[in-house]
C-alpha cells in the first residue's frame, strides 16, 4: 500500500554545503595560486568565487589567444585548496557523494590524502564523486582541491578558454556533499507531453534489485494530488524503473503560461520506503515542422529572446539565486519570451527561474569557436543534460557556437533526453533550422527564401548605444511575416564588465569587447531596453498617437499572443495634464483614470478595445493608455494627444526698444537685452538683468552625411576604410545678403537674407522679453543630419527638463520606447563601454514641445511649434574607440533629419530601410520660441 509521501520526507536526500550558495553566500578555505597577484603563499579564499575578485592571480580576456590551445603568455595559475569538515557519525550507513558545480577548469580533489577519482575538465558542469569510503565518520576530514586555470586538454582550452569573455580561475559554483541511502535514486528524466501522456525514466544504479519498486504522486501548483498513482518494479538486470500514464484536464507549460506540477517518487523495498526525491516539470510538446516552424503545444512561436552570460561585475561567473531571478525578470520586463545560454550551462537557479516566470531556452554545450573531442565532450553532454533534463523552459540543445561544435556528439543528447530535443548548431543549418548569425537586413531578406525555418540565434549586435532595438523594428516586422520565420535572439543581454579588483573597482568592458549590452554589467538600462519592450510588446494598440478631436474611444488592437486571450489582460486608461514650464516639475497630473478588462480577442487576432472616455476629455493634454499582462505586469504605455492650442510661452508687458549701429542691431525687451550682428546675422551678444548668457551663433544650417557616401546617398567602396563610421558636415556656401530693423506695434523684427540653404531667418522680440525665431532653409539631396543650431558652451550646462517623449534619446531607426512627458535629467557625459548613466544627457529627442535648460548663467526656455521635430542636445558620444559614430558637433539644435545608429557587425544602411539616409527636397520653415533668465 502507497503511504502517503508528503508524510515520509524523513528518507530525502540530505545535502551540507561544502561552501556557501553563491555571491554573498561564502564560506572561507585555505588558497593558494601559483602565479599572479598574491601568489606563492598561503591565504585563504571565500567559496564559491572566481579568485581574480578574490585578489588572486591575472586578468585574462580570451579572444587574445584565439586559436592557440598552449599559448606563451596565457594566464595559467593553478589554485590550490583546503576545507576542513566534518560529517555525521550516522551518514556511515549512506552514499556520500560530493558535488561541484562549475569549477574552472580542470580539477582534482583528494579527500584525506586519498584521489576522489579522475581528473574532472570542462568549467561549466556539475561534476561528483562517491567519497564514501573516503571519509572518517563523526570526526574531522580534510578536502584538498587543486583547479587549473587552463586545461591540459587542447579541446577544452579551444571550446571555453579562447573565446569573446573574460577567462577566469577557481570553484566559481557550490560545493555540497549529498548523502544517499545505500539503495536509492540516483536520476530522473522526464518526458511530459501536452496531450498529458507522462513518462519517467527513474535510474537506480548498480543498487538495483528484482525487491526495489518505485511509486510517484503528482501534485499540480496548488498540492492537490491529480489522479493517477504510478508504480512499477524493477526488471530483473535493469538499471532503472519507468513509469507511464495519462491524465486529462491538465495545465499546458508556455513562456505564456508556466504552468508547473511536483511530482514525488518514492522507493521501496518491499513495503518501506527507502529514498525520496522529487521533481519539478511541465506538460508541453516541442514540434518542429520542417519549412514551416517551431511549434510549442501544436501552435507556432516566434522567438522573442536574447543572449545570455553568466556575469556579476563584483563576483565574475559566480551567482546566486538572487541575482539569477532579477535577470530572468529582466528579460521577461522587455516582452521577452525565450533566452540563449551563451556559450555554457548556466546555473541550475536560472532555469528554475526561467521555468518559473516563463522563457523558452536554447541550452550550450560550451564551444565558442573551438569544439571538445569526443572523449570529454561526452562527459560533458551527459553532465549537461541530466543536470537539466527536466526543465521544461528547455526546448533545444546547442552543440556550440559558431564552429564550436563536434559533430560526432549531435546524438549524444538524446541517449540523456527522453524528450529528444532538438539539436542545434547555433550559425549553421542543423535539422532544419538555420541559424546564422549577423545578416544584414538584406541578407536576412534571403535567407528566408530558403526551404528550412530561419531563426538566428544572434542578431543586431549591440554596442555601446548601437545595435539591439536600432533596426529592430524592420527586422521584426519582415520576421513576424515570414511564414518560416523562427524569432530570433538579440546579442547580448548585459554588459560583461568586471569591477577589477586591481585597479579599484573599475569596470572593465575590456574595450569594446564585452560592451554589447541592452544593459550595463549591473543591468542599468539602456535605450534599447524599452525599444524591444515596446517592438516585442505582445499586445499592440495600432492607433496613431495623434487622435482626432471626434474621437469615440475605439482603438484597434492586435492580440500577439500565442496562448492567450486577451479578456485575461487589462487596460488603463488616464487623462492628464502636463506641467507647464514655469512649474519646475516633471511628471504630469492625473485628471481621469480607469481600469477595464481586455476585449475577447483570440492570440493572433485582432479587434476593437472601446474607452468609455468622459465627455470632456479634450481638456486634458495626454491620453494614457497603459496594458497589463494576467499577472498584472505592465506590457506597453501608449500615449495620444490632439489639436489642441497649448501656448507654453506668451508675451509679457512694457515697451520693445531698438537700436542700430553700422555693426550691429540691438534690442532691448524689460530685462533682456539683444545685439545681432550686420555681418552674420547672428546673436552677437546676449544679457539678462546685465548678466550675459552665452547664447548665440545661430541659426546656421547645417547637414551631414556618412562620410562614405556619395552626393545621391549610395556607398562608395573607394572611401578610406572606417568613414562608414563618421559622419561629415556638407561644405556648403553660405552668406549673408541683408538684414533689417523693422518696428511693429508691440514688438521688434530683425529679418536677415542668406544665399546658400538658410534662406530668412526673422527674429521677433516681444515685450516681457519673448523672442521668436522664424527660418527657412532649402536643401535638395542626401543627407542623415539636417537641420539648424545654435552655440551654447556646453561646458555650462547644469540639467534639462522638457516636454517630449523621452526619457531616453532616439535615432532615426529607434524611434520606439519613449513616452510623451515632462522629464527631467541632470548633465551627464558618460563614456560608452566605461561608464553608465542612463538615460544619456546628450543627443536627439523626438516630439518636443519645450525645453528648459539649467545652466550656470541662467535658464534657456526653448518652445516647439512643430513637434514633429528632433530637439538636439549636443551630439552624442560614442566610444573611446569611436566603432559607430563621429558626429560633427552641432550645440542646441532642432532637426528635421536626425541619423541611425549601426550595430558592432552592420553599418546604417545594412539595417533596414529606417536606417537609410532621406532624400530631401524642397523648402522648410520652423517657429520656436525663447526666453532667457539669468541667474
Known amino acids: 500500500m502507497l503511504l502517503s509521501i508528503q508524510q515520509l520526507h524523513a528518507q530525502e536526500t540530505e545535502i551540507q554545503y561544502l561552501s556557501g550558495t553563491g555571491y554573498q553566500d561564502t564560506k572561507e578555505w585555505e588558497f593558494m595560486v601559483s602565479g599572479g597577484r598574491n601568489s606563492g603563499e598561503w591565504g585563504t579564499i571565500n567559496v564559491p568565487s572566481v579568485w581574480e575578485q578574490e585578489g588572486y592571480g591575472k586578468y585574462q580576456y580570451g579572444i587574445r589567444f584565439y586559436g592557440k590551445p598552449f599559448p606563451e603568455g596565457i594566464a595559467d595559475e593553478v589554485g590550490k585548496y583546503k576545507y576542513s569538515f566534518s560529517v555525521p557519525r550516522d551518514w556511515e550507513q549512506k552514499r556520500v557523494y560530493i558535488v561541484f558545480d562549475g569549477s574552472m577548469t580542470d580539477t582534482e580533489v583528494r579527500v584525506n590524502g586519498r584521489?576522489?577519482?579522475?581528473?574532472?575538465?570542462?568549467?561549466?558542469?556539475?561534476?561528483?564523486?562517491?567519497?564514501?569510503?573516503?571519509?572518517?565518520?563523526?570526526?574531522?576530514?580534510?578536502?584538498?582541491?587543486?583547479?587549473?586555470?587552463?586545461?591540459?586538454?587542447?579541446?577544452?582550452?579551444?571550446?571555453?578558454?579562447?573565446?569573446?569573455?573574460?577567462?577566469?580561475?577557481?570553484?566559481?559554483?557550490?560545493?555540497?556533499?549529498?548523502?544517499?541511502?545505500?539503495?536509492?535514486?540516483?536520476?530522473?528524466a522526464i518526458d511530459a507531453q501536452a496531450n498529458g501522456d507522462f513518462r519517467a525514466e527513474v535510474f537506480l544504479g548498480n543498487a538495483a534489485s528484482a525487491d526495489l519498486r518505485v511509486m510517484a504522486e503528482i501534485t499540480n501548483a496548488a498540492g492537490e494530488i491529480i489522479s493517477k498513482e504510478l508504480s512499477a518494479s524493477v526488471v530483473p538486470g535493469g538499471d532503472k524503473v519507468v513509469l507511464e500514464a495519462t491524465y486529462e484536464d491538465i495545465a499546458q507549460w508556455t513562456a505564456e503560461t508556466p504552468d508547473l506540477y511536483q511530482v514525488r517518487f518514492g522507493l521501496y523495498q518491499e513495503e518501506q520506503l527507502i529514498h525520496e526525491v522529487e521533481e519539478r516539470f511541465g506538460f508541453r510538446t516541442i514540434e518542429l515542422r520542417a519549412s514551416d516552424g517551431i511549434y510549442i503545444n501544436g501552435q507556432r512561436v516566434l522567438m522573442k529572446g536574447v543572449n545570455k552570460h553568466s556575469f556579476w561585475p563584483e563576483s565574475g561567473r559566480t551567482l546566486n539565486r538572487d541575482l539569477n531571478y532579477a535577470a530572468a525578470k529582466l528579460i521577461k520586463e522587455m516582452n521577452m519570451n525565450a533566452v540563449r545560454l551563451s556559450h555554457y550551462p548556466s546555473d541550475p537557479e536560472f532555469l528554475e527561474a526561467c521555468d518559473e516566470l516563463g522563457?523558452?531556452?536554447?541550452?550550450?554545450?560550451?564551444?565558442?569557436?573551438?569544439?571538445?573531442?569526443?572523449?570529454?565532450?561526452?562527459?560533458?553532454?551527459?553532465?549537461?543534460?541530466?543536470?537539466?533534463?527536466?526543465?521544461?523552459?528547455?526546448?533545444?540543445?546547442?552543440?556550440?557556437?559558431?564552429?564550436?561544435?563536434?559533430?560526432?556528439?549531435?546524438?549524444?543528447?538524446?541517449?540523456?533526453?527522453?524528450?529528444?530535443?532538438?539539436?542545434?548548431?547555433?550559425?549553421?543549418?542543423?535539422?532544419?533550422?538555420?541559424?546564422?548569425?549577423?545578416?544584414?537586413?538584406?541578407?536576412?531578406?534571403e535567407y528566408f527564401r530558403g526551404d528550412y525555418i530561419f531563426m538566428p540565434t544572434e542578431f543586431l549586435h549591440g554596442l555601446y548605444d548601437g545595435g539591439h532595438g536600432a533596426g529592430l523594428y524592420d527586422y521584426w516586422e519582415m520576421m513576424r511575416e515570414h511564414p518560416r520565420s523562427g524569432g530570433g535572439f538579440l546579442w547580448v543581454f548585459a554588459d560583461e564588465g568586471i569591477a577589477r579588483t586591481d585597479q579599484d573597482g573599475r569596470i572593465d568592458n575590456q574595450g569594446n569587447y564585452g560592451a554589447d549590452g541592452i544593459v550595463g554589467p549591473?543591468?542599468?538600462?539602456?535605450?534599447?531596453?524599452?525599444?524591444?519592450?515596446?517592438?516585442?510588446?505582445?499586445?499592440?494598440?495600432?492607433?496613431?498617437?495623434?487622435?482626432?478631436?471626434?474621437?469615440?474611444?475605439?482603438?484597434?488592437?492586435?492580440?500577439?499572443?500565442?496562448?492567450?486571450h486577451l479578456d485575461e489582460c487589462t487596460f488603463e486608461w488616464s487623462l492628464a495634464e502636463f506641467y507647464g514650464p514655469q512649474e519646475g516639475k516633471s511628471g504630469h497630473k492625473v485628471i481621469s483614470t480607469a481600469s477595464i478588462a481586455g476585449p475577447p480577442i483570440a492570440p493572433h487576432q485582432s479587434g476593437e478595445l472601446h474607452l468609455d472616455l468622459p465627455s470632456n476629455w479634450r481638456k486634458a493634454d495626454v491620453l494614457y493608455l497603459t496594458t497589463r499582462d494576467p499577472n498584472g505586469q505592465e506590457l506597453w504605455t501608449w500615449h495620444y494627444t490632439w489639436d489642441k492650442e497649448l501656448n507654453y510661452l506668451q508675451a509679457g508687458k512694457g515697451a520693445v526698444k531698438a537700436s542700430e549701429t553700422e555693426t550691429s542691431i540691438s534690442v532691448e525687451s524689460g530685462s533682456l537685452s539683444v545685439t545681432f550682428s550686420k555681418e552674420t546675422g547672428h546673436i552677437d551678444q546676449l544679457t539678462e538683468a546685465g548678466n550675459v548668457i552665452s547664447f548665440g551663433g545661430g541659426p546656421r544650417f547645417i547637414a551631414a552625411r556618412r562620410g562614405d557616401r556619395t552626393l545621391d546617398g549610395t556607398v562608395d567602396p573607394q572611401f578610406e576604410k572606417g568613414m562608414d563610421r563618421v559622419y561629415k558636415e556638407i561644405p556648403l556656401s553660405q552668406h549673408l545678403i541683408s538684414i533689417a530693423l523693422s518696428k511693429e506695434e508691440n514688438s521688434v523684427q530683425v529679418k536677415a537674407k542668406y544665399f546658400g540653404p538658410m534662406q530668412e531667418v526673422l527674429w521677433t522680440i516681444m515685450p516681457g522679453g519673448l523672442v521668436q525665431l522664424d527660418y527657412t532653409y532649402e536643401y535638395n539631396g542626401s543627407v542623415e543630419l539636417m537641420g539648424v543650431s545654435f552655440d551654447y558652451p556646453e561646458e555650462k550646462v547644469k540639467s534639462i527638463r522638457w516636454l517630449g517623449e523621452g526619457p531616453y534619446r532616439v535615432w532615426q531607426n529607434r524611434i520606439h520606447g519613449t513616452r510623451l512627458d515632462v522629464w527631467g535629467n541632470d548633465y551627464n557625459d558618460p563614456i560608452p563601454g566605461e561608464s553608465f548613466t542612463y538615460p544619456e544627457f546628450k543627443g536627439y529627442f523626438h516630439n518636443w514641445h519645450w525645453a528648459a535648460f539649467q545652466t550656470e548663467e541662467g535658464e534657456i526656455l526653448m518652445a516647439n511649434e512643430n513637434p514633429s521635430t528632433y530637439l538636439g542636445v549636443y551630439s552624442p558620444r560614442d566610444g573611446r574607440d569611436a566603432l559607430l559614430y563621429t558626429l560633427p558637433d552641432t550645440g542646441l539644435a532642432i532637426f528635421e533629419v536626425i541619423p541611425g545608429v549601426r550595430n558592432k557587425v552592420n553599418a546604417t544602411d545594412l539595417v533596414g530601410p529606417s536606417s537609410l539616409p532621406k532624400q530631401v527636397s524642397g523648402t522648410s520653415k520652423g517657429r520656436v520660441y525663447f526666453t532667457f533668465k539669468a541667474r
Open 115 to 188: 584521489s576522489a577519482g579522475d581528473l574532472h575538465q570542462g568549467a561549466f558542469y556539475r561534476f561528483r564523486y562517491d567519497l564514501t569510503d573516503l571519509l572518517k565518520y563523526g570526526e574531522e576530514n580534510l578536502l584538498e582541491v587543486t583547479v587549473s586555470k587552463e586545461s591540459s586538454n587542447a579541446s577544452v582550452n579551444l571550446a571555453e578558454r579562447r573565446a569573446d569573455y573574460w577567462n577566469f580561475g577557481g570553484i566559481f559554483r557550490p560545493v555540497f556533499l549529498e548523502a544517499l541511502p545505500p539503495k536509492h535514486i540516483t536520476r530522473t
Open 522 to 564: 549591473h543591468h542599468e538600462k539602456e535605450g534599447s531596453f524599452y525599444t524591444i519592450k515596446e517592438v516585442w510588446s505582445p499586445v499592440m494598440v495600432m492607433e496613431e498617437d495623434k487622435i482626432p478631436n471626434d474621437f469615440e474611444g475605439n482603438f484597434k488592437v492586435e492580440n500577439r499572443y500565442d496562448f492567450t
Open 359 to 445: 522563457l523558452y531556452v536554447l541550452h550550450e554545450l560550451g564551444g565558442w569557436h573551438g569544439h571538445y573531442d569526443e572523449a570529454v565532450g561526452r562527459k560533458l553532454v551527459q553532465s549537461l543534460v541530466t543536470r537539466d533534463v527536466n526543465h521544461p523552459s528547455v526546448i533545444f540543445w546547442d552543440n556550440g557556437n559558431e564552429g564550436g561544435w563536434n559533430s560526432e556528439l549531435d546524438t549524444e543528447f538524446a541517449k540523456w533526453d527522453p524528450q529528444d530535443r532538438p539539436v542545434l548548431h547555433p550559425q549553421q543549418l542543423l535539422n532544419g533550422v538555420e541559424t546564422m548569425h549577423y545578416r544584414s537586413y538584406g541578407e536576412t531578406q
